[in-house]
């Protein structure tokens, strides 16, 4: 990925030369007719494209202010009632994911969630110990963070 993002940012300086003139918006053009070459001649990179990894990152920030904004409204719900019913629960989550910089982005992400917190992480980095103020069904929430957070920050790391 590193090497097209200097790639396009060689044809955008080139660019710049080209024409003489040294604006931005002459920078900005140089840059999107390097992103369309680099799209053009994918096929010969050892790696996709990278804008691919750029929208899965996009994609990424978007999910986790989806559930941020939701899960706050959940646990609002909880604190407003009067009875507070809660029923927290620690679970072992077990990960697929294998980097060290996955598993923790994987466990931030949870963390800044409101209502979860990762509390520990397996030697074997197989598996996640996550406290949830309100979990009613487990297996629920071990399926809602491996559609959400996990399978984006695959996406993210296999793009």
Same mark, same amino acid.
């Given at each position: 990925?590193?090497?097209?993002?200097?790639?396009?940012?060689?044809?955008?300086?080139? /660019?710049?030369?080209?024409?003489?003139?040294?604006?931005?918006?002459?920078?900005?053009?140089? /840059?999107?007719?390097?992103?369309?070459?680099?799209?053009?001649?994918?096929?010969?990179?050892?790696?996709?494209?990278?804008?691919?990894?750029? /929208?899965?990152?996009?994609? +990424?920030?978007?999910?986790?202010?989806?559930?941020?904004?939701?899960?706050?409204?959940?646990?609002?719900?909880?604190? +407003?009632?009067?009875?507070?019913?809660?029923?927290?629960?620690?679970?072992?989550?077990?990960?697929? +994911?294998?980097?060290?910089?996955?598993?923790?982005?994987?466990?931030?992400?949870?963390?800044?969630?409101?209502?979860?917190?990762?509390?520990?992480?397996?030697?074997?980095?197989?598996? +996640?110990?996550?406290?949830?103020?309100?979990?009613?069904?487990?297996?629920?929430?071990?399926?809602?963070?491996?559609?959400?957070?996990?399978?984006?920050?695959?996406?993210?790391?296999?793009?």
């Amino acid at each position: 990925m590193a090497i097209q993002i200097l790639l396009n940012f060689f044809v955008a300086v080139v /660019w710049t030369f080209i024409t003489g003139t040294f604006t931005a918006h002459k920078f900005i053009i140089g /840059w999107l007719i390097g992103a369309i070459l680099l799209f053009l001649m994918r096929r010969f990179l050892s790696e996709r494209f990278y804008f691919a990894r750029i /929208w899965s990152m996009v994609k +990424l920030i978007i999910l986790f202010l989806k559930e941020l904004i939701l899960s706050n409204i959940a646990v609002m719900k909880l604190v +407003l009632e009067p009875t507070l019913p809660v029923s927290p629960a620690i679970f072992a989550y077990p990960t697929e +994911l294998r980097s060290d910089w996955e598993i923790t982005l994987l466990s931030v992400l949870i963390t800044l969630t409101p209502g979860t917190l990762v509390i520990d992480v397996s030697e074997d980095q197989k598996t +996640l110990f996550i406290h949830a103020i309100h979990a009613d069904e487990i297996d629920e929430a071990i399926s809602s963070i491996k559609n959400t957070f996990e399978k984006a920050i695959m996406e993210v790391s296999r793009s």
